[in-house]
């Protein structure tokens, strides 16, 4: 599962697992993201585990990222 979103500055999402017991990718593509209160800019990407939810707030317009659920 996954998912794929474009962002104005300042704007917030989240997103849920589908399963509990995966972890997540997260890719910025494009703009700057403040996710789980770490900073990532373009090109960066972060791996996170052990959580039920993932949440990001955009930082620039135009912001874009991919977030991937991984087993």
Same mark, same amino acid.
């Given at each position: 599962?996954?998912?794929?979103?474009?962002?104005? *500055?300042?704007? @917030?999402?989240?997103? &849920?697992?589908? !399963? %509990?017991? !995966?972890?997540? #990718?997260? #890719?910025? +593509? %494009?703009? *700057?993201?403040? +996710? $789980? %209160?770490?900073?990532? $800019? &373009?090109?960066?990407?972060?791996?996170?585990?052990? +959580?039920? &939810?993932? $949440?990001?707030? *955009? /930082? &620039?317009? !135009?912001? /874009? /990222? +991919?977030?991937? @659920?991984?087993?």
């Amino acid at each position: 599962m996954g998912f794929i979103g474009m962002y104005d *500055a300042r704007k @917030e999402g989240f997103y &849920s697992l589908k !399963n %509990n017991s !995966n972890g997540v #990718f997260v #890719f910025v +593509i %494009n703009g *700057a993201f403040e +996710i $789980e %209160n770490r900073l990532l $800019e &373009s090109k960066d990407g972060l791996s996170v585990s052990g +959580i039920d &939810s993932l $949440e990001w707030e *955009a /930082l &620039s317009e !135009n912001a /874009l /990222l +991919i977030v991937l @659920e991984i087993p």
